[in-house]
């Protein structure tokens, strides 16, 4: 079976963030990801992470004004600095809490800006990333993100994350490849995912249309799953879904599609 862990800023919004790791735990989690730990105090984290048994699987580095609209700033020449700075954050931050891999988001890429310059600060800017994390004990994951949901996006398509991987060429840059995503820029996931699995450190779940719970759309989750296992993967599969009806509610498709 699967090792499932719950994306508390898709899940249990229905209690505030900080008890979101209790209601996690009370439905049978062992893990956590969410987008970002920097609006609380890193201590205060840790502190809920052990109170109630739960391995911090996932961060993203910071990513710019995310209320504002920004997705990433990772492919943004004008902002190296910003991102440079906010890797030593996200370090203290997963040092903190026992996370052993953090998530890049590209970013939209930036209107008016030569595309050459843009693939060059990526890189440049993964290079760095995976390098300082490295020294840390820290994996570095790439996620490719559906043009649907965020138009402009500057990384996409799983092939194009492991173009990216072999260019920078460090041992410490994986790839994070989340299902909803790539069933809606490639499908063909299946056969993807075993061909690339050696690089993959992590997957995410939501089903398609409306990204809600796996068993609610067209994917087959209940054979992928079957699919999955088969190979020996091992690492975390996040839930970052919408509950299409309360998380709590819609939590049979566990045991029904991967029990």
């Keep these: 079976m699967p090792k499932f862990n719950a994306n508390l800023t898709m899940l249990f919004n229905e209690v505030p963030f900080l008890d979101r790791f209790q209601a996690a735990a009370e439905a049978g989690f062992k893990g956590v990801e ?12 840790a502190e809920r992470l052990v109170k109630h048994g739960l391995v911090q699987v996932l961060h993203n580095l910071p990513a710019g ?6 997705r990433g700033i990772a492919c943004h020449p004008d902002r190296v600095g910003e991102f440079r700075d906010g890797v030593g954050r996200a370090i203290e931050y997963a040092t903190t809490l026992g996370c052993t891999q953090v998530n890049c988001l590209a970013g939209i890429a930036p209107a008016g800006v030569d595309a050459d310059k843009v693939h060059e600060t990526f890189v440049a800017n993964l290079r760095f990333a995976a390098s300082k994390l490295k020294e840390a004990g820290i994996r570095l994951l790439v996620e490719p993100i559906n043009t649907f949901d965020i138009p402009g996006f500057y990384l996409n398509r799983t092939a194009q994350a492991i173009a990216l991987i072999e260019e920078v060429g460090s041992s410490n840059l994986w790839l994070q490849h989340d299902i909803y995503h790539m069933q809606r820029m490639e499908g063909e996931l299946a056969n993807t995912i075993a061909k690339h699995l050696p690089k993959i450190a992590h997957m ?31 690492g975390w599969i996040g839930c970052e879904y ?14 029904a599609l991967a029990g």
């Design 34 to 45: 969410y987008l970002f730990p920097y609006a609380f105090a890193k201590d205060a984290l």
């Design 65 to 70: 004004n995310w209320e504002g609209g920004e």
């Design 204 to 234: 995410q779940i939501a089903d398609n249309p409306g990204r809600n719970e796996p068993g609610t759309g067209e994917i087959n989750y209940a054979w992928l799953f079957r699919y999955i296992d088969q190979f020996g993967y091992d």
């Design 242 to 255: 919408k509950p299409a009806a309360g998380t709590r509610e819609g939590l049979g498709w566990i045991k």
